[in-house]
């Protein structure tokens, strides 16, 4: 193999039950620099193995067939994380393609790519990690799993910018192909999103009957919604979305639900195109039932701060939720069969917050907020606030408990 070299490292650690067997596994590191053959470094490993790239540019379209273990996953990573190796390909193919499971993909930079060109692309698996990597001016997906059934991926730490379509996709349209179930999605920074028409062009998209925890993450400057949760048909599936930032998708809702069951909690979402957060009828699928959406903050939306379809089936709690809304429209719906709403409060006018244009939603010495003769909706309060900080007793309304600091858009690395 051209410019890359494999040291073995066996260890008394490096054992592996499986079944009823105790496999010993010669964990190798396998170091490779941009002018080595990187997809054949793939083909050639083993499980508990570590490839690891030095800086530069490397020519994608790599598959990784052959993963690791449950205890001994395959490891590609950088050897330096401040400089990043970058996956790259002037041609319509995948940077990298997952189709094994026990996979982590750590520190790695890709693009930019054409059109439907994709970063991160699984086709089916178990136990897979994408973190900490970087997608700049992607045509294609950053990371998506929409070809089979996926099961504890995670998706965590990663910055993705100036993308040409939606960043992540998780799920099969249709819910019957395939699913993405014990989904985390935590602690990305997603900022401008592009699509052509009639393309979307999401920040994070999970699909009909796959589920996810969705939450951290920093989402600014998108076409369409920047979170977005179809729901399942099965009320034991359940979602949440929670502290995440979303603001300025230009054609929908900054965090939109089309079917339950979830949570939506401790989320700021402002300055959208149409509501802070929206609950949609999806496909008329009658999916609105089992949602809970409770201690966030909406601001300066463009059709108001949490909004729901004219007519049809919901089942849903909206409680301890502050909101600012512009001039003519609602902070909240009006009462309506199947909606429970309490303890809601409407910020337009009030001075509620100490600074949301400079992106700081905490609230004021003040404000209406912190007071604490009103009563509580008590239903799914979370523990926690926007920031994690424990909540008190009764808690803040709103994403915020306590003071904060105001919201850091671009990456802190």
């Known amino acids: 193999m051209r410019n890359a070299t494999r040291t073995i ?55 990784v067939r052959r993963g690791g273990l449950p205890n001994a996953p395959l490891v590609i990573r950088a050897a330096d994380p401040e400089h990043p190796p970058r996956l790259t390909h002037p041609g319509l193919v995948n940077m990298l393609e997952i189709r094994a499971s026990d996979v982590v993909v750590r520190g790695l930079a890709f693009g930019p790519t054409i059109a439907d060109a994709d970063g991160v692309r699984i086709f089916g698996g178990e136990r897979i990690t994408v973190e900490n990597c970087r997608f700049t001016q992607m045509g294609g997906i950053a990371v998506v799993a929409n070809h089979g059934s996926v099961r504890r991926l995670t998706v965590r730490g990663n910055v993705v910018s100036q993308s040409g379509a939606t960043s992540m996709y998780f799920g099969c349209h249709d819910g019957e192909s395939c699913t993405v179930t014990g989904l985390l999605v935590e602690g990305n920074r997603i900022r401008g999103v592009t699509a052509p028409n009639p393309e979307i062009g999401y920040g994070i998209e999970v699909k009909l009957n796959s589920s996810a925890v969705i939450r951290d993450n920093v989402i600014s400057e998108i076409k369409g919604p920047g979170v977005m949760v179809y729901g399942s048909r099965d009320l034991t599936t359940m979602s949440v979305v929670e502290r995440n930032f979303v603001r300025g998708s230009r054609t929908s809702s900054g965090i939109v639900v089309g079917g339950g069951p979830v949570v939506v909690r401790n989320n700021i979402s402002g300055w959208n195109a149409e509501g802070g957060i929206g609950l949609e009828n ?37 409680e ?67 920031f994690g900080t424990r909540r008190g007793a009764p808690p803040a309304i709103g994403a915020v408990e306590h003071t904060g600091r105001p919201i850091q858009l671009d990456d802190p690395r």
């Open 282 to 318: 999806y496909g008329r699928r009658g999916l609105l039932r089992g949602i809970t959406v409770t201690h966030n903050t909406v601001y300066g939306n463009g059709e108001g701060g949490i909004t729901l379809p004219s007519s049809g089936p919901l089942e849903a709690a909206l």
């Open 320 to 386: 301890n939720n502050a909101g600012q809304s512009r001039a003519g429209t609602p902070a909240f719906p009006d009462v309506r069969p199947g909606l429970r709403l309490s303890r809601n409060i409407d910020c337009t006018g009030l001075p509620c917050f100490i600074d949301p244009e400079g992106l700081d939603f905490s609230p004021t010495v003040r404000s209406p907020l912190r007071r604490r003769d009103l009563p509580r909706a008590q239903d799914m309060v979370p523990s926690d606030d926007f």
């Open 9 to 63: 490292r066996i260890t008394a650690l490096a054992i592996v039950t499986v079944a009823t067997l105790a496999v010993p596994v010669r964990a190798a590191t396998i170091e490779v620099g941009p002018d080595g053959d990187l997809c054949g470094a793939l083909r050639q490993v083993e499980p508990g193995d570590e490839v690891v790239l030095q800086a530069g540019e490397y020519r994608g379209g790599c598959a």
